[in-house]
């Protein structure tokens, strides 16, 4: 018996209209565990390097953790995965929600979608019955709207559903799938989803999920409900609210946001505002928020309610989560009332709300600079908030100027040329990051961010705070309840870090330390996208109710797979791995392994060189940023090895590069 | 005949429908907790606690199964609470054949809250614990009441397959039944 998984996959052909319920295999499942992991080998062995976002042979795939559906409180997430069509590279998005449980109660582990359907259509998933279905009435219809229309069309009250809005249909490069109160956002994989004639998936089921040791498990799961509770009583002292409390960042119910206002940039990414803050904004946001929010509320088996229900009079309803709060309304230079409305439109059409807003200031930046003209924008209004509803519903459609928008910043700049790439300037690897602009380098961050394939920088931070703490005896504090850390070398590198001096950024932590903290960190965001884990109750949080001590046993005790720390580390670094290598088989290099060239004022190019060639040894990579020969069959991964070799991908020339500037990648075949 | 009075704990779960997040935990501790063996598996399928949720109408009600009804009811009500429409059926505890909550998803054997009934007997339902969001509350009282028949489970699972099959069927599925056993 297979516990946790149900060791199914469904595999649906949408050219010939094939669907099979295939059984996996168990092995792969040590060595992969689920989620991301068994995700990645799946596109390793059936969409070769040649292929590109819009091919048939791309596979669209929604994996459920592994964990996903027993006890595990806040165990609820989907990893989709799929070639991007921004990046060329492979996308990852998690959403949360309810969507990975059903599916598997109705029987699976995961959604393979391949080919196309000439027709939009929509999956209906009802355990064992599995249907095609038409979807031409749902053309052009929100994604949430889809979803209460599917609903109540197959009279399924309790169906699940992920759908994409008009954005994912005309393949937008930056289009959501929506579900309800989550989204898997990034990398464009709801224009995978448009493109291959998918609407939605909706997904009912009935059946049990078992566990291997259920009186273990249940005792694993109350200790984290009960770390839960002690972390809501006592949050963490001396950090922002947000990262003092646990869940996703806690937009909805926190009120108070003077720190993202003041430190985050406004308009394309550029501008602080200092003093923003005052009390009448205080006032006038407060009143927006409780006029709107109707109430706070949680994905599936989760207490910390992360995200809310919005209902602005005279709009339809939406839910809301994390920080699309604030992206559209700085982005605007508006106000929060604008950026509750704006974000209503934007879920239902199912966009990106990272990219969508910077591609938006991006164009009006490009046209008050001369490089667009009044031509560009017939019959925008004037003023800003106009244009920003003006811009979002053209590039939906791919109308006039917004199909070129609808591209993203970086293919954007490419088509318009005339020096727009200056504009596209706060990208990685093609897709545009938070609106982040610092100070001094922060040498765990600089790597983070160049390293990082999920290319946002949330979903490889947490565990090791952000920043040193002044005073000395705040660090002893923090050290002295965090149990959390692999090894107690980390509460040594933390209690040293000081704000000025010596040990202080961007020379320490040392260049051996950060590799460390990197890899930590990292670490445990991979382990939790193959449980399906949430990363606000784990990964993101220093001092999280998961941590690499419990997770191992999670796995030993639900999957009924052996684990400890040091064979989860081994598992996670093995898929780590293989995600890299699809990448490297797509062409990333260490050339394209930067943050934008602003991101920090003060810039160290040795530094930052030492970083890089250390941070690439520690992981088993060559100076190229490619996992070494040796390092791919000591992992186990000799067919990758092997296919390296065969490429050439070894014999390649290494340049050395020590420039900070943002030099861009140049896919393939991607830019239509 | 006059029943005897006597006293009785009346166990009471405070819902706070304002206080659901829709988290479903109730659900899902419930089926695992009703598994067997104990805790071996979930499926909120089997749960005996549904939250009757709709997000954009912003509605959550918790609701725990009751007893077993032969029939749907004749006549219905809506209610509608502080702007929000409820559906006919959401507040009603019953098994019934109108709809598919509170039954077994394989057998369609009628499910009944038993408070989390265990020896030794747990300190509060397992629904309770694991709702942190403080919507469930448990309360018990004492109170007197005339003594009533018990009617076991598997009473009612019998009495609900005679309502499906008829008695005759049922009668004459036993008679086979016994006729296998014995050999
Ligand atoms: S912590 Fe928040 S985002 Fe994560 S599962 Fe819970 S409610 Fe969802
Ligand atoms: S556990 Fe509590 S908050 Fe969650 S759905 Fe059940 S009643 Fe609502």
């Not at chain 1, 939009?120 to 949430?144: C, M, P, Q, T």
């Not at chain 1, 941590?547 to 797979?561: D, E």
Request: glycine share 8%.
């Amino acid at each position: 018996m297979r516990y946790a998984e149900t060791g199914f996959n469904l595999e649906i052909d949408l050219t010939r209209r094939n669907i099979e319920r295939v059984a996996t295999d168990p092995t792969d499942t040590a060595l992969y565990m689920g989620g991301l992991g068994t995700n990645a080998k799946l596109l390793w062995d059936r969409v070769p390097p040649e292929t590109d976002a819009f091919a048939p042979e791309n596979l669209l795939i929604f994996g459920a953790g592994i964990l996903c559906g027993t006890l595990a409180p806040g165990c609820n997430r989907t990893i989709v995965s799929t070639i991007s069509p921004l990046t060329n590279l492979m996308a990852f998005s998690m959403m949360g929600g309810f969507w990975a449980p059903e599916l598997k109660y109705a029987g699976y582990d995961k959604v393979v979608l391949r080919g196309k359907s000439s027709d939009l259509v929509y999956i209906w998933i009802h355990n064992d019955k599995v249907e095609i279905r038409d979807a031409s009435h749902l053309k052009g219809k929100g994604a949430i709207e889809t979803a209460e229309i599917l609903r109540k069309e197959l009279d399924e009250p309790k169906a699940q559903v992920s759908a994409i809005g008009l954005a994912g249909e005309n393949r937008v490069y930056y289009a959501s799938i929506e579900q309800g109160r989550s989204s898997a956002s990034r990398g464009g994989i709801g224009a995978v989803m448009g493109d291959k004639g998918v609407k939605a998936i909706v997904v009912r089921g009935t059946k049990d999920i078992n566990v291997a040791q259920p009186a273990e498990y249940l005792k694993l799961c109350n200790e984290v409900l009960e770390f839960i509770k002690f972390r809501e009583k006592n949050p963490i002292p001396g950090v922002i609210p947000i990262l003092g409390v646990l869940g996703s960042p806690q937009e909805m119910a926190i009120h108070d946001e003077k720190w993202h206002t003041e430190n985050f940039m406004w308009g394309n990414a550029r501008t602080r505002r200092k003093e923003f803050w005052t009390d009448d904004v205080d006032k006038e946001w407060l009143k927006t928020m409780e006029v709107s929010r109707k109430r706070l509320i949680s994905c599936y088996n989760c207490p910390l309610k992360c995200g809310a229900t919005i209902s602005i009079p005279g709009l339809p309803t939406y839910m809301m989560k994390c920080f699309s709060k604030l992206t559209y309304t700085m982005a605007a230079y508006s106000n929060l009332d604008f950026g509750l409305r704006i974000a209503q439109r934007a879920t239902e059409y199912g966009v990106d709300g990272y990219s969508a807003p910077q591609v938006m200031a991006f164009a009006l930046e490009l046209l008050e600079n001369g490089i667009l003209t009044a031509e560009d924008f017939p019959g925008m209004p004037e003023d800003s908030d106009g244009r920003f509803y003006w811009l979002l519903d053209r590039i939906v459609r791919r109308e006039g100027i917004g199909d070129i928008l609808a591209n993203g910043t970086h293919w954007a700049a490419n088509h318009i040329g005339n020096g727009a790439h200056e504009y596209a300037h706060n990208n990685i690897k093609k897709q545009e990051q938070l609106p982040l602009k610092l100070s001094m380098l922060n040498p765990i961050y600089f790597l983070m961010y160049a390293t990082g394939e999920k290319i946002s920088i949330t979903q490889i931070e947490g565990q090791f705070p952000q920043g040193p703490f002044p005073e000395l005896k705040d660090r002893e504090e923090f050290c002295a309840d965090w149990f959390q850390v692999p090894d107690e070398k980390f509460k040594q590198y933390f209690l040293d870090w000081e704000p000025r001096g010596e040990k202080s950024n961007p020379y320490y932590p040392t260049v051996e330390m950060c590799c460390d903290i990197v890899d930590w960190q990292e670490r445990m965001h991979y382990i939790d996208d193959a449980l399906g884990m949430c990363a606000g109750l784990s990964s993101f949080h220093m001092k999280a109710a998961y941590h690499i001590h419990n997770l191992p046993k999670f796995i030993t005790y639900g999957a009924g797979i052996e684990m400890d720390e040091e064979a989860i580390s081994f598992a996670a670094k093995r898929y780590r791995t293989l995600v890299r290598a699809i990448n490297i088989s797509r062409g990333m290099r260490r050339k394209d392994e930067k943050p934008p060239a602003d991101h920090w004022k003060k810039r160290f190019p040795e530094l930052e060189k030492e970083l890089l060639d250390t941070y690439y040894k520690y992981k088993g990579w060559n100076n190229n940023g490619i996992p070494t020969e040796e390092f791919l069959r000591e992992m186990g991964l000799d067919y990758v090895a092997d296919d390296f070799l065969q490429r050439g991908i070894y014999d390649e020339v290494v340049e050395e590069v020590l420039d900070t500037e943002t030099k861009s990648m140049e896919g393939a075949n991607n830019a239509g | 005949m006059q029943a005897e009075k006597k006293k009785k704990v009346i166990k009471t779960i405070r819902i706070d429908v304002d206080k659901c997040n829709g988290c479903r935990a109730c659900e899902v501790i419930c089926s695992s907790f009703h598994a067997s063996p104990k805790y071996s598996s979930n499926n909120p399928a089997r749960s005996r606690i549904r939250v009757i949720r709709d997000p954009i109408a912003d509605i959550y009600v918790p609701v725990y199964a009751g007893e077993y009804a032969v029939a749907e009811c004749a006549g219905r009500d809506k209610y509608t609470i502080d702007g929000k429409e409820y559906d006919e059926c959401a507040f009603c505890r019953a098994s019934c054949p109108s709809r598919s909550e509170f039954k077994e998803p394989d057998s369609g054997l009628p499910l009944k809250c038993d408070m989390c009934s265990s020896d030794p007997t747990l300190e509060k339902p397992l629904c309770v614990q694991w709702c942190l969001a403080d919507a469930l509350i448990y309360e018990e009282r004492e109170e007197e009441v005339s003594e009533e028949t018990t009617v076991d489970e598997l009473e009612v699972d019998l009495d609900a397959l005679a309502n499906k099959y008829g008695l005759n069927k049922l009668n004459e599925l036993l008679a086979k039944m016994t006729l296998a056993k014995k050999g």
